[in-house]
């Protein structure tokens, strides 16, 4: 391949980048209050509220079950209005916050759930307020299945950063649908495939190795 052709891969790679990281952190800043809502806020539980448990985790599994290319279409509109257009990596990163908000956010409930909870109630013994009992005891518990519920969070925003290429989002998707498809370039094709799985493999070791590291501290 050209110098030229290197330069688009650099570019189309930084832009996957920058597209997985803002919306994971824009994902996890959403997802994760939501999840926490949702795992301590049903009947008989920490901060009960029947009603907004239910409300939040139907539009929550609304949203879940839109396939990803059909939500980034429905949600152009809302894309234009925060990104002020709806072609590009920052645009695209609109509809993948929206995609990984709510799956963050049952990743985070199902994880504190599988805390024990005779911890939360011998808190709530000592005196620990709801808020100490969430922020000391249950996020820390839950620390290392959510480092790899994040972790395959990630994994999956890489997939769909590839797909956003398909509608103008830029990133290695934009890349080998341009010039590995419809220039009929299969070595440009293989080259993105090559560079998303090593993404994804690299993004899986760290995953795995924070994961213990966290579970070794408890």
Sequence with gaps: MSPELWMLILEASAETLYMVAVSTLLGTAIGLPIGVFLATSGKGELLAAPAANRLIGFVVNSTRSIPFIILVVAILPFTRLVAGTSIGTTAAIVPLTVGAAPFIARIVET??????????????????????????????????????????????????????????????????IRYGFQRFMPDVMLTVVVILVLLVQAVQLAGDVLARRANKRH
């Design 111 to 176: 994880a504190i759930r599988e805390v024990d909870h005779g911890l939360v109630e011998a808190s709530l013994a000592m005196g620990a307020t709801p808020a100490q009992v969430v922020r000391k005891v249950l996020l820390p518990e839950a620390l290392p299945s959510l480092i790899l519920g994040l972790t395959l969070t990630v994994v999956s925003l890489i997939g769909f950063s590839a797909m956003v290429g398909a509608v103008g989002g830029g990133g290695l998707g934009d890349l080998g």
